[in-house]
């Protein structure tokens, strides 16, 4: 089954998301890809939504932030704009206060994530919002923190207001949160659009590129179980699995009942809730690090 893409760009309020988004559309097109953008604003009207080509499938998500109060929204849209396009990917521009992990969760409803593959979380910084961030409130600052460390690819925007020894100092304090990632220094957000997708790679690298891909950063992971589970065995599960795992969600059965579950587990917390309807048993793993071929061996000893 073809997998649709999904690109997510995050960064802080005025970073350069919008401009971001421009530039690629426009790569995007002349590759003839077939494209749908999701675009998030906290208010009741949107500002931006103007440089979405016209032919470009657009789903606006208003008055709320797609990783909390919206984030059922998102689901919907997702899943009507794969049911009613035939997609190569979709651009998710998130506002600029959302959480990338949240942004991640809100993409990947059981009902359709094997559907979607998460190529990359893009974060975007602004220069001297970066400079200046000892002026945010605490909450500010971590979030801003937190979005270049979840990050696949950081674009360090509008440097061409910095010193050498700025951009050096720039560089040196983003790399030490996020050693993995893709850093670029960009000005007005233009990058080659190669470079920030993902996994187009020849072969000699194949490899070495899969092996990142499922074993560092924020990650999706996602499986379909064939015959009900020991709840026991699936709660020790829980207990032995590693913290890395930040969100479970999805529909499961257990072997002493004939019900469905929806599960969702959270900040440790897992909770169980009946679900009149038989759901195909799929749950979704999100988390660093994650070990997809560990995972899957773990998850088929459960089964019955």
Partial sequence: MKQVEVYILSGFLGAGKTTLLQNILSEEQLNNRKIAVIMNELGEVSIDSDVVPEETPLKELLNGCVCCTIQGQLE???ENMLREYDLDAIY???????????????????????????KAIITIVDAKRWQDR???????????MEQVEHADVVLLNKIDSLS?????????????????GKLFMTEFARIPLSSIQLNKINKKHQHNEAHVHNHLHLRSY???????????????????????????KGYIRFSHSKESFLFQYSYGMPL????????????????????????????KELEI
């Fill in 222 to 248: 996602v499986h379909t179980f064939s015959n009900p589970v020991d709840l026991e065995m699936f709660e020790q599960f829980l207990r032995e699995m590693p913290d890395t795992i930040f969100r479970i």
């Fill in 164 to 180: 050498e020894n700025e951009k050096a100092m720039f560089i040196s304090e983003t790399q030490s949160l996020n050693p993995i």
């Fill in 76 to 78: 919907v849209q997702l």
């Fill in 134 to 144: 000892a002026s945010l409130s605490i909450q500010l600052r971590k979030l801003l």
């Fill in 272 to 299: 169980y809730m009946k679900e009149p309807m038989n759901r195909k048993q799929t749950l979704v793993f999100i988390g660093e690090n994650l070990d997809h071929s560990m995972l899957q061996k773990q998850l």
């Fill in 92 to 118: 998710i521009e998130t506002t600029g206060v959302a959480h990338p992990i949240e942004v991640l969760d809100a993409c990947l409803s059981p009902l359709f994530a094997d559907q979607l593959e998460v």
